[in-house]
């Protein structure tokens, strides 16, 4: 193991941190890392509200007191998880003019760039389609979500949540470049010497912002003639993905691209798992229950693949728990191991990060592909039973593979092989990861000691 751990340092660790120092990089891990106490309110109360199928012989005692207010809770859980886009592009353009700001000795304002971030991305949620007589917002309606006046409504703006990440982070990204721009090339207002700081940086991204406005324009503008947008541009590649269910090659396919998206900031689930895979889950679970023996059915990848959520995080959450030196994990791992056994994970994904992240990406992407073939040809041969009991996303691990194959206790056998080969994929880049943020906090707590003395 000392071999493996030598092998990662001399010859992985190097790439890696010089991919770690990007600048845009360091930004998004700072944004991550920032919105954490966000996801960790909503998973809460995404919980307190999913309580009658976690304990279903308890489901009559929580309808009748505590979850009477679940509109309540329901609030805190779409405010934090399902406005993460938002809270990703705030700060991502926050720490990345921040970053311009002090190596670059650049007068910039963290907050007008930040400001500038958000309002970049905003322009990219109003949907607009142009014809023969003009432009026109969309208007649609269906049974869950509709989109009025150009905005996709579910149960909030669609386009808030985890699908709208990596348009917030390109968006975050391409208003900083503009500000960053137009102040180191004196592209701006110049206030007389007698005003203000804060009026006179606030006037200097008059001109950013109008720049900004109209690129967002074009580029909305440019797709809307093709009947598409930035958004839609992410899910339409991957309609493919639904011609690739019935082999244990399609489904690799299938999680390595949900899982390389995630690993960009897309909400690689929601793109195709949500809105491509889990109608024909759901009608290959039909279909056993009337005697087929299709693999990939119902609830199949929470039960043996996503252990803990995306990219099987748990593990990696256990080793945060437990294994950990620096004080950002540990902490993360306390706050982030009741949602994980619940296979709610965003606190992990956006708190390590993960996204963006090259030390963890790579377990983050082969972990899922280990788990499906272990599940996949351990189901092929007979060894454990087919799903044909659908269950709730949130059952922890075993559990959930014990009701959703109809009381097979070797489903529960399946789990947790694949949690302890996710604990054994993540070690290694744990490892190195921690001990790069543990040197930091040494550097950091040594900085301190100095200043104080």
Request: proline letters at 5%; charged letters at 10%; hydrophobic letters at 55%.
């Amino acid at each position: 193991m000392n071999h493996v751990f030598t092998f990662l340092e001399q010859r992985l660790m190097p790439p890696l941190n010089k991919v770690a120092n990007l600048r845009f990089i360091r930004a998004i891990m700072q944004a991550g890392v920032i919105t954490v106490p966000f996801t960790i309110v909503g998973s809460i109360f995404l919980i307190i509200n999913n309580l009658p199928q976690i304990i279903p012989p308890l489901a009559s005692f929580f309808e009748q007191t505590i979850l009477k207010f679940s509109p309540l809770y329901s609030v805190a859980t779409t405010m934090s998880i399902g406005s993460i886009a938002l809270f990703y592009c705030l700060a991502t353009a926050y720490y990345l003019t921040d970053i311009y700001r002090k190596e670059e000795k650049l007068q910039l304002s963290s907050f007008v760039g930040a400001i500038l971030g958000l309002f970049a991305f905003l322009m990219t949620i109003i949907q607009v389609d142009i014809s023969d007589s003009g432009a026109q917002l969309l208007q649609t309606t269906g049974e869950t979500a509709i989109i009025y006046n150009g905005v996709a409504l579910g149960s909030w703006v669609t386009r808030f949540s985890g699908v709208g990440i990596f348009i917030g982070i390109l968006t975050a990204v391409l208003a900083t470049q503009v500000y960053r721009f137009c102040v180191k090339k004196k592209i701006t207002i110049q206030m007389p010497a007698g005003v203000p700081d804060g009026v006179s940086k606030a006037f200097a991204s008059l001109i950013p912002a109008i720049i900004i406005a109209f690129l967002m324009i074009l580029i909305n503008g440019c797709l809307a003639v093709f009947h598409t947008d930035l958004h839609g541009l992410l899910s339409k590649p991957f309609e493919f993905v639904k011609d690739l269910t019935g082999s244990w090659l399609g489904i690799i396919v299938i999680m390595l691209l949900i899982h390389l998206l995630w690993a960009i900031g897309v909400h690689g689930t929601a793109v195709i798992k949500n809105s491509f895979i889990n109608p024909i889950l759901l009608v290959a679970l039909t279909e056993n229950i009337d005697g087929a023996t299709n693999i990939f059915a119902g609830d199949f990848v929470n039960m043996y693949i996503f252990i803990g959520g995306a990219g099987s995080t748990l593990g990696l959450v256990l080793l945060m728990l437990f294994r950990a030196k620096s004080q950002q994990l540990k902490v993360l791992g306390k706050a982030a191991i009741l949602p994980g056994l619940f296979n709610i994970n965003e606190p992990v994904i956006f708190g390590a990060p993960i996204v963006y992240n090259p030390y963890l990406i790579i377990p983050f992407i082969v972990t899922p592909l280990i788990n499906v073939t272990i599940a996949y040809f351990a189901t092929s041969f007979g060894f454990v039973a087919k799903v044909i009991t659908g269950i709730p996303w949130i059952s922890p691990v075993g559990i959930g593979a014990f009701l959703g194959t109809g009381g097979d206790f070797r489903g529960i056998l399946i789990a947790i092989l694949n949690l302890l080969i996710s604990v054994v994929c993540y070690y290694p880049f744990f490892r190195m990861y921690d001990s790069k943020l543990f040197a930091e906090q040494q550097a950091n707590e040594a900085e301190a000691t100095l200043h104080d003395q």
